[in-house]
């Protein structure tokens, strides 16, 4: 799947685009390589559950049985967002608050 509409909505509730994180260093941390983040692929198998659905459904009225679907890839997409917002040792990798100055784990200086 090449293309992916990342606009999703829930319960009549519309949710943004995130804007794609940089590491400190400037290169994109890849998704995937996170703990607190949905298995690869994960996300793009509910789209298709989705779109599936949806077709099958023959278009009429297909809001009540697609609910569950809308709900488990708001809860991907949260996931995603949360381990996006994370900040992790560049040394240990370990997972550290924003305001910390250094590493719990191994004392590597973070700012």
Do not use: C, H
């Given at each position: 799947m090449e293309y992916q509409d990342e606009t999703?909505?829930?319960?009549?509730?519309k949710l943004d685009q995130r804007q794609n994180r940089q590491s400190r260093d400037?290169?994109?941390e890849p998704v995937e390589s996170r703990q607190d983040c949905p298995a690869?692929?994960?996300?793009?198998?509910?789209?298709m559950k989705l779109g599936?659905?949806?077709?099958?459904?023959g278009f009429e009225e297909p809001l009540p049985e697609l609910l569950p679907l809308?709900?488990?890839?708001?809860?991907?997409?949260?996931?995603r967002e949360q381990a996006e917002?994370?900040?992790?040792c560049p040394n240990c990798g370990q997972k550290?608050?924003?305001?910390?100055?250094?590493c719990g784990k191994c004392g590597q200086r973070l700012k």
């Open positions: 999703v909505f829930v319960n009549y509730e400037g290169l994109r690869p692929g994960e996300l793009d198998q509910a789209y599936k659905a949806y077709y099958e459904g809308f709900d488990q890839i708001t809860r991907l997409r949260k996931a917002e994370s900040q992790f550290v608050e924003k305001s910390s100055v250094f």
